[in-house]
């Protein structure tokens, strides 16, 4: 339909503040948003409605109409309920980007117009698809009571006959029809994705097809719409993040019509993964706070009353301060300089969720933080389900990865790289810091095997211990001396006590406070101490291979 024909509709109550000369611009959808930048949910062609509340002040107006016209939509609509008149500033910054404004009288609803416009279109095109691409978005932008991407899978049974299902990029089922014949078999989720994986690599558009037994699937992907305009510049920085939408039918046959529902639909689940990394926000400052926290070397005091925040958002309801785990992630690209922290971070969320979870949000107990390309998640655990060390339960480093290696390879191809490394259970805010350095040697330990999807726990990280007695007495007293002997000497002419203030310090884990305590010294005597051993070695005793060399030595002298 075209713009000039809202006009001539009465019960529309629609005036024309501007744009004369565009009203023959055609209209092929309609959406509401009082976001202040919802050029992301946009396709270009809508009418868009909006009751203002997104403007703050008149220097709001102008992005706003930039926008919106560069995303290509017919025309704006303002409704008068919230502010009367439609702002002059709106309407001039309309009329620079010769985007056409109209005022919607207060006394119209939106849904009013939404329905109109809809009836218009659909009757427009083959069938009735507008219509239920229309009944999908009203469904998913009405907020969480709304519906979500199972409310759209039922629609697309009822309404097009069609089983589809919402897939993570490791195969987890997110979503899938509630009616209508069985669930999808994990083996076949995890096959649709390492599918979807391997195409999207290759650089191929979707729907990518697929037969599985006897079962043709027809794969769509489904891209954040958070994501800038012009796309990603390279495929690696969302192929590993990206969830799908997999249809049970062959897409190869349909009209072009049925084929832009159905990447209509994949960007209103987009929405629904928008929100669920909008409600992740929470847990990823946590995770962020805690963090700097720790590798900042704040005291145990001011991190456990961080921890006292972060648990009962992460365990809502529990009774007795849990144990932690950490667990450590990093993506690499060969030869890329691609910003894999987000990447990580995304991933690490979703492979730390039970494979046997369904539905978008079911990480909420999860918090991932990210630091340049790694990705660090602090992970709760109830007292009663640790154990005595936290060592029989929690996360176990070879668990993450059973049902996800084989999905992850196909994306990663023959370039990319996924490590992981697992600490154990610790029970105070003082073991915090230990944990994640033992948890980031473990990664280091993953990284140094063969394989594109690689985890190692804490338990292997005690083997070094057993290497010791094989070390030859000409090697262990080189490496002895070479650490040990400049500290030696200076305890010797200084009486420094500069050894025993070495392994207090490793055996604290790096503690200041507590070590200090052990030793009964001012911190910044400790401090001192430390920078005159770190002088004396050349070695820095925050890097975590430092520390292991210093271990190393000191249980071979």
């Given at each position: 339909m075209r713009l000039r024909a809202l006009l001539d509709t009465d019960a529309l109550g629609l005036k024309l503040l501007g744009g004369e000369d565009e009203l023959d611009r055609a209209v092929r959808g309609v959406m509401t948003t009082d976001l202040r930048d919802p050029s992301r949910y946009l396709?270009?062609?809508?009418?868009?409605?909006?009751?203002?509340?997104?403007?703050?002040?008149?220097?709001?107006?102008?992005?706003?109409?930039?926008?919106?016209?560069?995303?290509?939509?017919?025309?704006?609509?303002?409704?008068?309920?919230?502010?009367?008149?439609?702002?002059?500033?709106?309407?001039?910054?309309?009329?620079?980007?010769?985007?056409?404004?109209?005022?919607?009288?207060?006394?119209?609803?939106?849904?009013?117009?939404?329905?109109?416009?809809?009836?218009?279109?659909?009757?427009?095109?083959?069938?009735?698809?507008?219509?239920?691409?229309?009944?999908?978005?009203?469904?998913?932008?009405?907020?969480?009571?709304?519906?979500?991407?199972?409310?759209?899978?039922?629609?697309?049974?009822?309404?097009?006959?069609?089983?589809?299902?919402?897939?993570?990029?490791?195969?987890?089922?997110?979503?899938?029809?509630?009616?209508?014949?069985?669930?999808?078999?994990?083996?076949?989720c995890a096959g649709l994705a390492a599918e979807h994986l391997a195409a999207a690599r290759t650089g191929r558009h979707g729907p990518h097809r697929l037969i599985l037994g006897t079962t043709t699937y027809s794969l769509f992907p489904i891209r954040s719409s958070g994501r800038s305009p012009q796309g990603p510049r390279d495929v690696r920085e969302t192929v590993l993040s990206d969830w799908l939408l997999a249809v049970e039918a062959d897409a190869g046959d349909w009209a072009?019509?049925?084929?832009?529902?159905?990447?209509?639909?994949?960007?209103?689940?987009?929405?629904?993964?928008?929100?669920?990394?909008?409600?992740?926000?929470?847990?990823?400052?946590?995770?962020?706070?805690?963090?700097?926290?720790?590798?900042?070397?704040?005291?145990?005091?001011?991190?456990?009353?961080?921890?006292?925040?972060?648990?009962?958002?992460?365990?809502?309801?529990?009774?007795?301060?849990?144990?932690?785990?950490?667990?450590?992630?990093?993506?690499?690209?060969?030869?890329?300089?691609?910003?894999?922290?987000?990447?990580?971070?995304?991933?690490?969320?979703?492979?730390?969720?039970?494979?046997?979870?369904?539905?978008?949000?079911?990480?909420?107990?999860?918090?991932?933080?990210?630091?340049?390309?790694?990705?660090?998640?602090?992970?709760?655990?109830?007292?009663?389900?640790?154990?005595?060390?936290?060592?029989?339960?929690?996360?176990?480093?070879?668990?993450?990865?059973?049902s996800v290696r084989d999905p992850l390879s196909a994306g990663l191809h023959d370039d990319g790289r996924v490590t992981l490394g697992v600490s154990a259970a610790v029970h105070s805010a003082e073991g915090l810091r230990g944990a994640l350095e033992e948890a980031r040697h473990a990664r280091r330990v993953a990284a140094a095997r063969s394989g594109r999807v690689c985890a190692a726990g804490h338990q292997e990280l005690a083997s070094h211990v057993l290497l010791l007695p094989f070390v030859p007495d000409d090697v262990r007293r080189a490496f002895t001396a070479r650490l040990l002997d400049p500290l030696r000497e200076y305890d010797r002419r200084h009486r420094a006590e500069l050894i025993p203030t070495l392994e207090a310090f490793l055996d604290c884990d790096g503690s200041w406070t507590r070590c200090a305590s052990r030793l009964h010294l001012h911190v910044n005597t400790l401090r001192y101490r430390v920078g005159r051993i770190e002088q004396l070695t050349s070695r820095d005793l925050s890097r975590l291979e430092d520390k292991l060399d210093f271990f190393l030595a000191l249980r071979m002298s």
């Amino acid at each position: 339909m075209r713009l000039r024909a809202l006009l001539d509709t009465d019960a529309l109550g629609l005036k024309l503040l501007g744009g004369e000369d565009e009203l023959d611009r055609a209209v092929r959808g309609v959406m509401t948003t009082d976001l202040r930048d919802p050029s992301r949910y946009l396709s270009g062609g809508e009418l868009v409605l909006t009751g203002l509340a997104w403007r703050r002040n008149a220097d709001d107006s102008e992005p706003f109409a930039r926008l919106l016209a560069q995303a290509g939509v017919a025309a704006l609509a303002a409704g008068e309920a919230e502010l009367g008149d439609v702002p002059e500033d709106l309407v001039q910054a309309c009329a620079r980007h010769r985007l056409p404004l109209f005022a919607v009288h207060e006394s119209v609803a939106f849904a009013t117009i939404t329905e109109h416009v809809v009836r218009q279109v659909s009757g427009e095109r083959a069938g009735d698809l507008a219509a239920v691409v229309d009944r999908h978005r009203r469904m998913m932008t009405s907020g969480p009571a709304g519906g979500g991407p199972d409310v759209v899978l039922d629609l697309l049974g009822s309404d097009l006959d069609l089983r589809a299902w919402v897939l993570s990029p490791t195969g987890r089922l997110i979503a899938g029809p509630r009616v209508g014949g069985p669930a999808l078999p994990p083996e076949a989720c995890a096959g649709l994705a390492a599918e979807h994986l391997a195409a999207a690599r290759t650089g191929r558009h979707g729907p990518h097809r697929l037969i599985l037994g006897t079962t043709t699937y027809s794969l769509f992907p489904i891209r954040s719409s958070g994501r800038s305009p012009q796309g990603p510049r390279d495929v690696r920085e969302t192929v590993l993040s990206d969830w799908l939408l997999a249809v049970e039918a062959d897409a190869g046959d349909w009209a072009e019509e049925r084929l832009d529902l159905l990447h209509g639909v994949t960007q209103l689940i987009a929405v629904e993964r928008d929100r669920r990394d909008a409600a992740r926000t929470v847990r990823r400052r946590l995770a962020q706070e805690v963090l700097e926290l720790v590798q900042t070397g704040a005291a145990p005091a001011e991190i456990a009353a961080r921890l006292r925040v972060a648990a009962p958002v992460l365990l809502p309801g529990l009774g007795a301060a849990p144990h932690w785990q950490v667990v450590v992630a990093r993506v690499e690209w060969d030869g890329a300089g691609l910003e894999t922290g987000p990447v990580a971070q995304s991933l690490l969320e979703e492979i730390l969720v039970d494979p046997s979870a369904t539905g978008p949000e079911p990480s909420d107990r999860i918090a991932v933080a990210h630091t340049g390309d790694e990705a660090i998640a602090l992970v709760p655990l109830p007292a009663v389900a640790a154990g005595h060390d936290g060592s029989e339960s929690g996360v176990l480093a070879d668990a993450l990865l059973r049902s996800v290696r084989d999905p992850l390879s196909a994306g990663l191809h023959d370039d990319g790289r996924v490590t992981l490394g697992v600490s154990a259970a610790v029970h105070s805010a003082e073991g915090l810091r230990g944990a994640l350095e033992e948890a980031r040697h473990a990664r280091r330990v993953a990284a140094a095997r063969s394989g594109r999807v690689c985890a190692a726990g804490h338990q292997e990280l005690a083997s070094h211990v057993l290497l010791l007695p094989f070390v030859p007495d000409d090697v262990r007293r080189a490496f002895t001396a070479r650490l040990l002997d400049p500290l030696r000497e200076y305890d010797r002419r200084h009486r420094a006590e500069l050894i025993p203030t070495l392994e207090a310090f490793l055996d604290c884990d790096g503690s200041w406070t507590r070590c200090a305590s052990r030793l009964h010294l001012h911190v910044n005597t400790l401090r001192y101490r430390v920078g005159r051993i770190e002088q004396l070695t050349s070695r820095d005793l925050s890097r975590l291979e430092d520390k292991l060399d210093f271990f190393l030595a000191l249980r071979m002298s």
